[in-house]
Antibody
Framework: QVQLVQSGSELKKPGASVKVSCKASGYTFTSYAMNWVRQAPGQGLEWMGWINTNTGNPTYAQGFTGRFVFSLDTSVSTAYLQISSLKAEDTAVYYC?????????????????WGQGTLVTVSS | EIVLTQSPATLSLSPGERATLSCRASQSVSSYLAWYQQKPGQAPRLLIYDASNRATGIPARFSGSGSGTDFTLTISSLEPEDFAVYYCQQRSNWPPDGTFGQGTRLEIK
């Protein structure tokens, strides 16, 4: 079955970097875009952007440029989110989510499936 | 950037009652709107895509309607497991966007 499995929780100090992984299985990884979504404690969902898994070209939402980098390793069907110069306000659960797919195989405008989420805690 | 506004922020109902959740877009998104359910400690789960299509495995008591700027998620008869937070979302390639609404918390009355 189609599945996204993310790496485990991280505890980092301010100023450090973190790299979250999202391993896909059950489909052709390079066929469908991968999105990243942030959820701060007690808050709603915030779309961070997406990466074209065929070309590796990333697109970042407003507010997620500069310190946030999306990347891929297609040899292991894995997408990565790296955050540098971590701040306390980066504390959140980060989700990867594949773009949805119609039965025809064409991509849709929804997110499914989602990874289980990775909690990143930034604290001194 | 398209803004999605959900109402109400909190909805208090009893099991067996009908729930009606609203999502309004600041400009037309055609029918490209999705609904998700999120329970505490869990990832969001897709319920509805393209405004009115139920995702695989979603019970028939969930239905979506609307187009343009006004959308509704209806739960015909609430089950205990339906009490959660619900988000609407739209996505477009250009300009690149994937906005979520702020969510509606459905709580037990």
């Amino acid at each position: 079955q189609v599945q996204l499995v993310q790496s485990g929780s991280e505890l980092k100090k301010p100023g450090a970097s973190v790299k979250v992984s999202c391993k896909a299985s059950g489909y052709t990884f390079t066929s469908y875009a991968m999105n990243w979504v942030r959820q701060a404690p007690g808050q709603g969902l915030e779309w961070m952007g997406w990466i074209n898994t065929n070309t590796g070209n990333p697109t970042y939402a407003q507010g997620f440029t500069g310190r946030f980098v999306f990347s891929l390793d297609t040899s292991v069907s894995t997408a990565y989110l790296q955050i540098s110069s971590l701040k306390a306000e980066d504390t959140a659960v980060y989700y990867c989510a594949r773009v949805g797919v119609y039965s025809s195989g064409w991509h849709g405008d929804w997110f499914d499936p989602w990874g289980q989420g990775t909690l990143v805690t930034v604290s001194s | 950037e398209i803004v999605l506004t959900q109402s109400p922020a909190t909805l208090s109902l009893s099991p067996g009652e009908r729930a009606t959740l609203s999502c309004r877009a600041s400009q037309s998104v055609s029918s490209y709107l999705a609904w998700y359910q999120q329970k505490p400690g869990q990832a969001p789960r897709l319920l509805i895509y393209d405004a009115s299509n139920r995702a695989t495995g979603i019970p028939a008591r969930f239905s979506g309607s609307g187009s343009g700027t006004d959308f509704t998620l209806t739960i015909s008869s609430l089950e205990p497991e339906d009490f959660a937070v619900y988000y609407c979302q739209q996505r477009s390639n250009w300009p690149p966007d994937g906005t979520f609404g702020q969510g509606t918390r459905l709580e037990i009355k």
